[in-house]
């Protein structure tokens, strides 16, 4: 199991137009195989901070959700919103249970 943790900045009012963005491929994603969660959340504290979580069963759906064509349509919609800075990493998970 794999999450893909972490933010994306964007420049000053480009949160909106990212999400936007971002909206018909979040839907296209929750539709894939191995894709268990898929969330870019606005950050209540900061204007210009997006949340990203998403969880995969494994490598290869991440890899397919890379080589989709809603993938590739939502870097081509970014191409116009300037984002100022990103930190998104992956964790490798071995083992899941309740939180106690």
């Keep these: 199991m794999l999450i ?3 933010s994306i ?3 000053d009012d ?3 137009a990212f999400l936007a963005a971002a909206a ?4 296209a994603t929750h539709t894939e195989p191995g894709c268990q969660e898929y969330v870019f959340s606005p950050d209540p504290d900061d204007a210009n901070r997006i949340l ?3 969880l995969w069963d494994d490598q290869d759906a991440l890899d397919a959700h890379f080589a989709s064509d809603h993938m590739a349509e939502f870097q ?3 191409a ?3 984002v100022a800075g990103r930190e998104i990493k992956k964790y490798t998970i ?3 249970g309740p939180v106690r």
């Design 80 to 82: 116009g919103i300037p």
């Design 4 to 6: 893909i943790a972490g």
């Design 24 to 27: 018909p491929m979040v839907t």
């Design 14 to 16: 480009g949160r909106d």
């Design 76 to 78: 081509g919609a970014l």
């Design 94 to 96: 071995s083992d899941v």
């Design 52 to 54: 990203l979580f998403e």
């Design 9 to 11: 900045t964007t420049e």
